[in-house]
């Protein structure tokens, strides 16, 4: 099965949606093998958002991501980069579909309630960066064999 990473923003935290955000993971069937609440620096933002430190709004990233601790996860589930990334929803909340986390939470591009890895290479990578792997639990749920099909497990 595949794993990506999420990080349930300052935004999350603040607005009291971190209830509601992991209530639709474990609805949708994504398993939770890995979370931990942590506060971010601007070292490891630079990593994390390596493509966008050039832009002019890079330092409002910063402020925004190291304003409140974040919550981070790893999520397992086959095909789980995309079908979280689907879940998400468009990078600004106000064209994010409605029935998104994005669409249903928030109407800022800035302050968008979560991050997900949007590859498989950039999820494994994501993961190690933020998890140590003794971190994150080998758990299948009991309930495995009513979230999917024999074959496509
Ligand atoms: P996504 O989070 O949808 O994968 P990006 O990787 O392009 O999108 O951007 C990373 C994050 O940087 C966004 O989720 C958002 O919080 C922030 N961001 C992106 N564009 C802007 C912008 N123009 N102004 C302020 N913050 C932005």
């Known amino acids: 099965m595949e794993q990506t990473l999420v990080i349930l923003k300052p935004s ?9 955000i992991i209530s639709r993971i474990e609805k949708k069937g994504l398993i939770i ?22 832009k002019p ?15 981070c996860m790893v999520l397992k589930g086959v095909d789980a980069v995309s079908v979280f990334r689907k879940m998400t929803g468009v990078t600004n909340g106000r064209n994010a579909e ?26 494994n990578k994501e993961i190690a960066r933020f998890f140590r792997q003794e971190e994150i639990t080998d758990y299948t749920p009991g309930g495995i064999n009513y979230m999917y099909g024999e074959e496509e497990k």
């Open 33 to 54: 093998t890995a979370m931990k609440m942590m506060r971010l620096d601007e070292e490891i933002l630079r990593e994390h958002y390596a493509h966008l430190t050039a």
């Open 12 to 20: 999350a935290i603040e607005r009291r949606l971190v209830g509601d």
């Open 57 to 71: 709004f890079f330092p409002s990233i910063v402020a925004s991501m190291t304003a409140s601790p974040v919550i």
């Open 98 to 123: 409605p029935g998104t986390l994005r669409g249903d939470f928030c109407m800022s591009g800035s302050e968008n309630v979560v991050h997900a890895s949007d590859s498989v290479e950039n999820a």
